[in-house]
């Protein structure tokens, strides 16, 4: 069978390795496969006049370097959540996010000292000006990633703020699911004890009951009045 090589983007590999590291042994070669089948049988109905196919094929795949920086991001932040970050982790980068959200912070330049450090700023105009501030990440983050969003991202243009806050959503989503179940699974177990609890009151109820009804001593019968005699003695 003729080989062909593919590449792939880092964070995609290291997605990749996440699941075959858990047992889930993804049949790369069979998703290729299918892809470019697709994409074949696309290219081939565009050549036979049905172009639409084609447009329809490449739409589906087709993202701008933004968008791509912001799901790369989201993937990696997802990741970290997920496999190592502590729970007082993911409600600092939600903090952190919030801020960043409401204030439109941008980030100036990341330092790697002894954890990873974000200098933020904010823009003036077409300039991207220092805030003077800084926010320091959790120790636990991934400081590749970060290493990577300093470099160029596509077409030698550097793509920073969309990684690392595609990262934070990824990992506060995460964190918005977890606690999402553990607020069900209070709810479920509220349901449950206010459930017993009912019974309990039902049964103790029925019991007292019945336990007037037995201890009522039984009504005697009305005891019959003696006739009273006519006085005839006229007196």
């Known amino acids: 069978m003729p080989n062909l090589g593919v590449y792939i983007p880092e964070v995609l590999n290291s997605r990749l390795q996440r699941l075959r590291e858990k047992g889930l042994?993804?049949?790369?070669?069979?998703?290729?496969?299918q892809a470019l089948e697709a994409a074949v049988e696309a290219e081939e109905k565009a050549l036979a006049g049905d172009r639409l196919a084609r447009v329809v094929a490449r739409l589906r795949v087709a993202r701008t370097p933004l968008e791509s920086a912001n799901a790369d991001g989201?993937?990696?932040?997802?990741?970290?959540?997920?496999?190592?970050a502590a729970l007082s982790e993911l409600h600092q980068l939600r903090e952190f996010l919030t801020r960043v959200e409401k204030d439109n912070v941008q980030i100036v330049d990341i330092r790697f000292e002894y954890r990873v450090t974000l200098e933020l700023g904010t823009w003036d105009d077409d300039d991207l000006v220092p805030l003077g501030e800084v926010e320091t990440l959790p120790e636990s983050v991934p400081r590749d990633f970060f290493k990577r969003a300093q470099q160029p991202y596509h077409n030698n243009v550097h793509y920073t703020s969309p990684l690392i806050f595609g990262f934070l959503r990824g990992a506060v989503s995460?964190?918005?699911n977890v606690?999402?179940?553990?607020?069900?699974?209070r709810y479920e177990a509220l349901t449950e004890r206010m459930a017993t609890l009912l019974t309990g009151r039902s049964k103790r109820g029925k019991t007292s009951k019945a336990n007037r009804v037995e201890s009522t001593p039984a009504s005697a019968p009305p005891?019959?009045?003696p006739d009273q005699e006519e006085d005839v003695s006229g007196t």
Do not use: R, Y
């Open 25 to 33: 042994d993804l049949n790369a070669s069979g998703v290729f496969q």
């Open 74 to 84: 989201e993937a990696a932040g997802a990741a970290w959540a997920e496999d190592v």
């Open 174 to 176: 995460v964190l918005g």
């Open 179 to 185: 606690e999402a179940a553990i607020t069900q699974e």
């Open 223 to 225: 005891t019959a009045e």
